[in-house]
């Protein structure tokens, strides 16, 4: 059964073929399926759509609307409708016909003149479709398959209402202009070079890598404050340790192919792999030494690179990337620590949210299911229940948005996945924070008990900032380039009025950057207007416009992003103001866009 | 002509077989010369040298020198020098006499019983050798060659004077207390896993990993306030990276073996290959954008990690590594920029010495050869001639020690080595410091003139905090492990007297931590010595013991690892003290070892 929109939706795509027959009665059909937002309908035919087509159709689609055309459905025989399809020469509708199971019905929907091979449901009449836009062509190949033809997609949107549908055609709009690959090269944020690096390898450009090194300042002092010790551990590691972690097999796939070669010469050869994820590294250093109950909770952190292979076809601007910068941590404790620590790292979400300006947010908890222990989850089944028990308890305790999946745990612990919304409505997976009991045992770690026993510590595998490709990806497109001052790649640009202010800007320039503020000064000989609008393009949080006046008076003319022209301030007032934005990270940008 | 000291070492030499040939009649002798602090001689005989072996062998020796045997030579011919070895079954002396030219005279040496196959020369008498001293037994291949047989060698110490000899058994000494892979595991720095990781990548504890944060922050405020800006790029390429730099097929020896793989199913494989340099990917970056005269110097700096295959019997904990993580640089100029951009790098050379408190250094500057351009050099006499006048100039007038090396300057431009020596006097190579005029041609980089025409940029690249490893290698044996407070692992550590002050000890502990201040509380119940041995044995710049009497007046009683017991002090006072330690990166260490 369809919801009531997905039946509008639906009801749409075959609007849309009634419109395609109607201007181009050569086309052949195949489906036309709701979509999250819309519908889309599948046309093979001679002529290429172009985009002045789309208004054409569309047009077509209103007059089919206002005819109010009523949705008949009718049960016919296989035969009959084989019958009615070869008639047309719909070959696609034979073809779907016949993945229809013998048992079942074969219903056919009419509106007006145009009769189509469709299980349903629909609306009553075309006339309640009232909202609705195409928006694009695609190529799509039948049934998906690269080695059948490929046909023209013909894309729409449609909601209930003209109201919620320009919302959505607003939003459209902003991710577009927010496309972070636009944004990226427009602010000279990163670049690819697929030829001679490779394609999903990201170069950072001085202007991101300010992003990359203010989030790790950020989450180095944050994890210095929260009690976590730093690590480095190297990119690559023998096959030894992912057979031992079980990544090897498992994973291979995901993995760049090994380097082989001997230690020495004349030795037997053995095989390098590029790391995948860091958790084996720092088992490794947690065993390196041993371990008391007075070194736990034992919490490393590491912002280590880690490499994945992706078929080139599926990368994705910084989104789906090859390289990732991940912002790890392992955190080895006691059972009885674990409740304590699992609070500290969602608050430390929770934190990072709230300096971002991150309203919208859901974590998604899996837990296993008893009935398939020892085989999709570790036979632990004490541990599972306590451990989610805590997991519950802490979610519920601290008011944290969540909602519980069953079944979906990772095979060695409870998972935590956490979903959070952009500014533009974008979704985006940050991370997941996992409990882990197997994979401790596997690397043998234990540590003494106060009673001098041995035990092995569980471990918490947790991500808050993700990786530095993704997030960046996602910020970029929040803030649509305009980071808050502390993270804003060019924090001031000073715009002398003429060429006589250059020695007073650079000066001032020059007390900025002493205090670590990333300053420059615009020494074009371009009136201030084409200066406005290059930090504007630029997105500069602050333009400090300094004339014969202000230079008079020791002062600036303030032009933030966030309120516009401020007017003249003195410049110690303002570098006090900007020193508070940086300190407490103020979130200096409207994010209601 | 060996030098008068070489003499006195080779005449040690000779002592030491004729000292082992009066207690081993039956040893066979292979050769004997003198080494950069003392001398050696190679022994093949069944008896397994032993370490008591040695004192028996001086002891013998000391005989030898106080019979104050003359040394005389004498020239035989070849058959008759052969017939004096193979009467005595020295089948190796007989190998060695077959390298001696035909045209060459041979001449026997004797002192006393003795007579050996040796060219000289020697000092008189075996009177004139007082202080030397046997030191170590290790095994060598008869001419280096690992297919001949191994024989046992016996390393010494000789000098002129008892003194000279004193001094050097005792820096010998300290170095073997300052060896930073002993220091390394007993400060919990970083440890090795051969088996699963492999050798030569050094795995960061995080008290290691604290070294490498705070020397990558020092270099960040350096590089920031210089004007540089930072970059991220990956650690792999394709193959065409490294073609295009000429890093292949010249250089492949030194990198890590290919990964190939297909960009997506189906496609023919490519090869990706693990940075072995970061300047490819420099060049790339600026590149990526078009660049004008307003964007030079371009200061492009990382802290990448480059990987380069080392056979593994020739690593050597951190001092020859796989793994490297590099202060890295790539400075983009023109011409006319040239002279003052290298004047400011040697400058932040010297500034680090100064922090390092590294008093000893000695830059070495390696020049063309005019006779050898287009083979040996790039064949830009008037730019070589140009750029070396400029280097020399900026040396001299810096005042900076150095000495100039004709023909040995890079293939692409001259270079500087800089050596600094450690305060136990082991010599250190830094870094390089390059010119290039080359390589940004093959890059195919430029930039837009002031006059509008195109440019290629010269390149500098530097590099003078060395890598991670190799530097804090060397750091950890000039500081003994002891390091300046603002780089040091643990800063500060409290002793509460007893248990009722761990409180208070908390307490004080949260407020440094809360400042960044890497601090602990030693809650073990023994007593107070117990106490400051484990703080000792841990080079703990700053102890803070706190009892009853320092509690009830806000104090504590500091122990510093500069000064020792300094009594008590207001907390406040302290906090005065390590901050001013920690943001000045003051040099709390005594040198003189």
Chains 1, 2 share one sequence.
Not at 162 to 175: F, R
Not at 217 to 225: D, R, S, V
Not at 358 to 368: A, I, V
Not at 574 to 588: A, G, K, M, V
Request: proline share 5%.
């Amino acid at each position: 059964m369809m919801t009531p929109l997905e039946e509008l939706r639906h009801s749409s795509a075959h609007v849309l073929a009634t419109a395609v027959v109607r201007l181009f009665p050569e086309a052949l059909l195949d489906i036309g399926p709701p979509t999250d937002t819309g519908f889309y309908y599948d046309f093979d035919l001679t002529h290429r759509f172009i985009p002045e087509d789309l208004e054409r159709i569309e047009a077509e689609m209103r007059k089919v609307t206002e005819e109010n055309q009523v949705f008949t459905r009718k049960e016919v025989s296989r035969s009959e409708a084989k019958a009615l399809f070869e008639n047309r020469g719909q070959s696609y509708k034979i073809s779907r016909l016949a993945d229809i199971p013998e048992e079942e019905a074969v219903s056919l929907y009419t509106n007006g003149e145009f009769t189509d091979l469709c299980a349903g449901t629909h609306v009553k009449e075309t006339g309640e479709i009232k909202a609705f836009k195409l928006l694009s062509i695609a190529g799509a190949y039948h049934r998906g398959d690269e080695k059948n033809k490929q046909l023209q997609r013909i894309y729409g949107a449609a909601f209930f209402t003209t109201a919620e549908l320009d919302v959505y055609l607003q939003q459209m709009e902003l991710a577009k202009q927010r496309d972070h690959r636009k944004l990226g090269r427009e602010l000279e944020l990163f670049t690819f070079d697929t030829e001679d690096v490779g394609p999903g390898l990201p170069l950072w450009l001085p202007k991101g890598t300010v992003l990359i090194e203010e989030l790790e300042k950020l989450a180095k002092e944050t994890e210095f404050a929260a009690g976590y010790q730093r690590v480095r551990t190297p990119h690559i590691a023998r096959e030894n340790l992912y057979l031992m972690s079980g990544h090897l097999p498992y994973y291979k796939e995901s993995m760049f192919p090994p380097m082989e070669f001997s230690e020495s010469e004349g030795d037997a050869p053995v095989r390098y792999y590029l790391k995948a994820m860091n958790c084996p590294h720092h088992h490794k250093l947690f065993g390196a030494i041993p371990r008391s109950y007075r070194d736990l909770p034992l919490r490393l952190a590491e912002y280590g690179t880690c490499y994945r292979y992706e078929q080139s076809g599926e990368l994705m601007g910084l989104m789906r990337v090859r390289s990732m910068q991940m912002n790890d941590a392992h955190i080895y404790c006691s059972e009885d620590q674990f409740a304590a620590e699992f609070r500290a790292v969602n608050e430390m979400y929770l934190k990072y949210f709230n300096i971002f300006g991150l309203k919208n947010y859901m974590m998604r908890f899996s837990t296993h299911d008893p009935k398939k222990l020892g085989e999709k989850f570790v036979d632990e089944p004490e541990l599972w229940k306590k451990t989610e028990n805590m997991v519950r308890n802490v979610l519920v305790e601290s008011g944290i948005n969540f909602v519980e999946v069953p079944n979906e745990a990772a095979f060695y612990g409870p998972k935590i996945d956490v979903q959070v919304w952009s500014a533009i409505g974008r979704e985006f997976t940050i991370a997941t924070n996992q409990v882990d009991f197997a994979v401790p045992r596997r690397f043998n770690l234990e540590y003494t008990t106060n009673e001098n026993s041995k035990a092995t510590p569980l471990c918490i595998h947790r991500a808050p900032l993700g990786t530095h490709e993704r997030f960046i990806g996602f910020l970029i497109e929040h803030f649509g380039g305009g980071f808050p001052v502390w993270m804003a790649p060019e924090q001031v640009r000073f715009l002398p009025i003429a060429e006589d202010m250059h020695a007073y800007a650079l000066d001032l320039a020059a007390k900025c950057h002493a205090e670590g503020i990333r300053v420059t000064v615009d020494q074009h000989t371009d009136k201030l207007g084409g200066k406005v609008r290059r930090a504007q393009e630029q997105k500069v949080p602050y333009m400090l416009v300094v004339g014969k006046k202000e230079a008079a008076e020791n002062k600036v003319s303030v032009r933030s992003r966030e309120k516009g022209d401020e007017g003249p301030q003195t410049f110690d007032d303002f570098l006090s103001r900007i020193r508070n934005d940086i300190h407490t990270r103020r979130l200096t940008v409207k994010l209601d866009a």
